[in-house]
């Protein structure tokens, strides 16, 4: 079963292929994103890691949650389902 990452405190120079060689390291990576602005396209600095295996995504996790990546300490998380939202 998949298990998905929260990924934040992404240095803004940090590509996705900068992401999936580091998080492929720890198992097959199924899907990857970083988000960015709308308008700017210019990176929010936090994405998410979607793993195959969930004990590779506990693995990754585990070893990368404080990892140094381009000058920014990484926050790895398990990703909480998405809450909807109000239109209002």
Request: glycine share 8%; hydrophobic share 35%; proline share 2%.
């Amino acid at each position: 079963m998949s298990k998905k990452l929260f990924v934040g405190n992404i240095a803004w120079s940090a590509s996705e292929d900068d992401l999936h060689n580091l998080f492929s390291q720890h198992g097959e990576v199924e899907d990857l994103i970083i988000l960015k602005d709308r308008f700017t396209n210019r990176s929010k600095g936090f994405g998410f890691v979607t793993f195959a295996n969930e004990d590779d995504a506990t693995g990754a996790m585990d070893a990368l949650n404080g990892y140094n990546l381009n000058g920014r300490e990484l926050v790895v998380n398990e990703a909480k389902p998405q809450q909807p939202r109000n239109r209002y």
